[in-house]
C-alpha cells in the first residue's frame, strides 16, 4: 500500500466506503424493529392474561359443581 497511485487509493475508499454504506441501519428500520419487539411483549402478555381468565373461570365453574 506504501507505492499505490492516486486512483488504487481512491478505489479503495470508495469499495470501504460502499462496505460501510452496506452496513449501515436507516432509522426506519430501528424504529420498526422495537415497535416490533414491543408488540411482541404485548402479545405475549395479553395471552398470558387470557389464559389466566380462562384457567379462574374453569376454576369457579368446578367449585360450583
Known amino acids: 500500500m506504501v507505492n499505490e497511485t492516486a486512483d488504487?487509493?481512491?478505489?479503495r475508499h470508495a469499495k470501504q466506503a460502499e462496505m460501510l454504506k452496506a452496513r449501515m441501519i436507516r432509522p426506519e428500520d430501528a424504529i420498526r424493529k422495537?415497535?416490533?419487539e414491543r408488540s411482541m411483549i404485548t402479545a405475549l402478555l395479553l395471552g398470558?392474561?387470557?389464559v389466566?381468565?380462562?384457567a379462574i373461570s374453569i376454576a369457579k365453574i368446578k367449585l360450583n359443581w
Do not use: D, M, S, T
Open 8 to 11: 488504487e487509493v481512491r478505489a
Open 34 to 36: 422495537r415497535q416490533h
Open 52 to 54: 389466566l381468565v380462562f
Open 48 to 50: 398470558g392474561f387470557v
